[in-house]
């Protein structure tokens, strides 16, 4: 089992390095951004309450993302892995994540930090919400959640360091050459 968490700010790649991971390796992605979007785009009570915070760039309370994890991960079948996109974003996420593949008896194979300078960070959103207009693509929503990334998020960087899984990827260049960094540090993280 190859279960990649993939790291990184608003804006930091984290979508698009996933889809071609999962290409590659035949592991299923869980990006919890998606999962609340198609809830919204459904109507459905879930989706109500999570657009409230989404769209204040505020996170939904860990409870509630942390029971949407599980049953996501409860979904899949015959899976050879997963690539979490956009969780854990706290210390209780990364907890509660590392419990739940305990008991299915798996655990993180490789934490990919994916770091973006945040001058780029902002252009590259802003950009996005001008093509595909997400709601929380505008600069007040963007800067909101780059302060929620850097408050409650990136403490995350010390937790996988003391767990001995992270690993750092300069997100910053050329799409093929961040990708062959993240296969490199995959196959690196399975083989040890
Ligand atoms: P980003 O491009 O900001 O990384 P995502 O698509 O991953 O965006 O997430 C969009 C929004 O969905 C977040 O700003 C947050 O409100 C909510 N969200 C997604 N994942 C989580 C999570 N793990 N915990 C809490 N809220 C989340």
């Not at 204040?56 to 979490?84: H, M, N, R, Y």
Request: hydrophobic share 35%; glycine share 10%.
């Amino acid at each position: 089992m190859l279960n990649i968490v993939i790291f990184g700010a608003p804006g930091s790649g984290k979508g698009t390095q996933s889809e071609r991971i999962v290409e590659k390796y035949g592991i299923n992605h869980i990006s919890t951004g998606d999962v609340l979007r198609a809830e919204i785009k459904a109507g459905t009570e879930l989706g109500k309450t999570a657009k409230g915070y989404i769209d204040q760039g505020q996170l939904l309370p860990d409870e509630l993302i942390i029971d949407i994890l599980a049953s996501t991960l409860d979904g899949l079948k015959d899976s050879k892995g997963v690539i979490f996109d956009g969780f854990p974003r706290t210390i209780a996420q990364a907890d509660a994540l590392k419990k739940m593949l305990a008991e299915r008896k798996q655990a993180v194979t490789v934490m990919l930090d994916l770091e973006v300078p945040e001058d780029e960070l902002m252009k590259r959103l802003i950009l996005r919400g001008q093509q595909s207009g997400r709601a929380d693509d505008n600069e007040e929503t963007i800067r909101k959640r780059l302060t929620v990334y850097h408050s409650q998020t990136a403490p995350l960087i010390d937790w996988y360091k003391q767990e001995g899984l992270y690993t750092h990827i300069n997100g910053l260049g050329e799409l093929e050459r961040i990708t062959e960094d993240i296969c490199k540090a995959i196959d690196q993280a399975y083989n040890k």
